[in-house]
């Protein structure tokens, strides 16, 4: 006995009846491997400024916020940026008031950060209220020395 059915199409393209999830080439986070240059590393590896070469932290000074280094957020003008938090950055100048504007980490007031070098826009200082502090920098605004 063959009771089966045979949806109509089937025949002409059994495929179209098993579709291959969409998920496969979804997103499932950007993270990217992170080496974190804690042992003993020679070589001075840093993070610079991408405008001028001008040090900016060592690559032992990213950290994680929420559980990623790297964040993307849009600012009100609809720019898109990719930023990755560092614990200090000695070779950022700060400029302007601390302001909770727009502030991509609640409880966070951030100034921006600036090579201070060559006050190319590279990100902002976050500073929360009980005096705690990171730099989300634009990683399109930086580069990591790597040997
Ligand atoms: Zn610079």
């Known amino acids: 006995m063959y009771d089966t059915i045979v949806p109509p199409g089937f025949r002409s393209n059994p495929f179209c009846f098993f579709r291959v999830p969409d998920e496969k080439k979804g997103k499932t986070g950007r993270e990217k491997k992170e080496e974190h240059a804690e042992s003993g590393d020679k070589n001075e590896n840093a993070i610079r400024c991408k405008n001028c070469g001008f040090r900016i932290c060592g690559p032992e000074q990213r950290m994680d916020r929420d559980g990623h280094h790297m964040h993307v957020f849009n600012n009100p003008a609809g720019y898109v940026f990719e930023i990755g938090c560092f614990s200090s950055a000695p070779g950022c100048a700060v400029r302007g008031e601390p302001t909770m504007e727009f502030t991509w980490f609640p409880g966070f007031a951030w100034r921006f950060a600036l090579c201070a070098?060559?006050?190319?826009?590279?990100?902002?200082?976050?500073?929360?209220?009980?005096?705690?502090?990171?730099?989300?920098?634009?990683?399109?605004?930086?580069?990591?020395?790597?040997?």
Do not use: Q
């Open 117 to 147: 070098n060559c006050f190319a826009h590279l990100g902002w200082l976050y500073l929360s209220g009980s005096g705690r502090s990171f730099y989300g920098l634009i990683l399109a605004n930086i580069a990591e020395d790597i040997r």
